[in-house]
């Protein structure tokens, strides 16, 4: 006769947790491994070496490159990426953490921007500008700053751009050392929740930008506000039951917001990019981009004299935009992103060959390739 015993499906559950538990020890104990590694990269620097004496964004993006290159699933590239990333960023903070400036208040895409690309170890400065963010950087008081440089939907973010022509005569001018592409997703939110009571929305006006098509449809009567920030146009809106505010859905927790709706942005791709800058450049990760900064001489062809080595050279470029020098009238600054490092042929030939040409060339840095 058959055995017709139904199988113990509570011991086999059992058993498959007692086999997690048993790499979760595992695990537990190589990043406790990992993280003595790291203390002692750090000591090699002397005792009380700062983190940013030993922080190594090429490093990173190789370490990263590689999680993505053996990852087979079945969890996804940038879960990968994004525990990888705070397990260094947890090491690295053993001593002391990262100090990252950003465009503040709390709760902005810039903080997420932060958290992305240094982890939830590093300690984030909120600021009050971009020029604030640029200031604490070259006076030390930040180790880097995450500012936003361009939005998929809306282009260049131009006082971004401006402040590299501004300091470009400083005696330390700060470097690009890193990018990042951050997913915008846009939320309504409100102190009461419905969308009903809204008659003002408040926000950034890059923000009110990438909704405009759902206000038109949902709020056309409703007062459009730019302010400084998307964080700031939450903690306005939580003044008053008639108003609204657009921004990131932690926003919404970080100031007591409840979401109407969302995502609301009119294009479901909608990402920005930001410029990690700081003190010092860094040595080739191996896939690499670098940005320029040109002033051109007023004189028949001078654009195409300055674009034609990169071109011959098979050198790849990803962005030009013209803004005006603010040394002459009249004349302008070219900011123009190439791929390759300029420490590395042929990029490094073909800028021996632009200074020839340009009336002033600065490589404002080169940097690892944003890893998603």
């Not at 490094?348 to 690892?368: C, I, M, Q, T, W």
Request: proline content about 5%.
């Amino acid at each position: 006769m058959a055995d017709e015993t139904p199988p113990d499906h509570g011991s086999a559950l059992q058993a498959l947790r007692e086999q997690i538990d048993g790499i979760d020890r595992q695990i537990q104990a190589l990043i406790a491994e990992r993280a003595q590694f790291a203390r002692q990269v750090g000591k090699s620097k002397g005792k009380l070496a700062a983190a940013v004496e030993y922080y190594r964004p090429e490093r990173e993006a190789q370490v990263l490159r590689r999680v993505v290159d053996r990852n087979d699933g079945p969890l996804g590239d940038e879960v990968l990426v994004r525990l990888f990333r705070e397990i260094m960023s947890a090491c690295l903070a053993q001593q002391e953490p990262l100090k990252i400036g950003y465009l503040g208040p709390e709760g902005t895409f810039s903080q997420q921007a932060v958290h992305k690309h240094f982890g939830h170890s590093a300690r984030g400065l909120p600021l009050g500008s971009v020029e604030e963010v640029f200031d604490e950087v070259a006076a030390g008081t930040a180790d880097f700053g995450v500012v936003p440089v361009e939005n998929s939907g809306q282009g260049t973010i131009q006082s971004t751009l401006d402040m590299f022509l501004l300091r470009d005569d400083m005696q330390s001018p700060l470097m690009i050392c890193g990018e990042v592409e951050l997913r915008v997703h846009q939320y309504l939110m409100s102190r009461t929740g419905r969308i009903e009571d809204v008659e003002r929305v408040y926000s950034h006006a890059l923000s009110l930008a990438q909704c405009r098509a759902w206000l038109r449809r949902h709020l056309p009567a409703a007062e459009k506000h730019a302010v400084a920030s998307n964080a700031e146009g939450a903690r306005r809106a939580r003044l008053a039951d008639d108003a609204a505010a657009i921004a990131g859905e932690n926003a919404a927790h970080v100031y007591g917001l409840k979401p109407i709706a969302g995502p609301i942005e009119d294009h479901a791709d909608n990402t920005t990019r930001f410029l990690v800058i700081g003190r010092n450049a860094f040595p080739p990760s191996g896939n690499d981009r670098t940005s320029l900064l040109v002033s051109i001489r007023d004189q028949p062809g001078a654009l195409y004299r300055i674009l034609e080595p990169l071109a011959r050279r098979g050198i790849s470029m990803n962005r030009i935009e013209s803004r005006p020098d603010h040394g002459a009238l009249w004349q302008y600054a070219f900011f123009i992103d190439v791929g390759g490092h300029a420490e590395e042929s042929p990029l490094k030939d073909a800028l021996a060959e632009l200074g020839d040409f340009a009336g002033a060339l600065r490589v404002l840095g080169s940097y690892p390739v944003a890893v998603p």
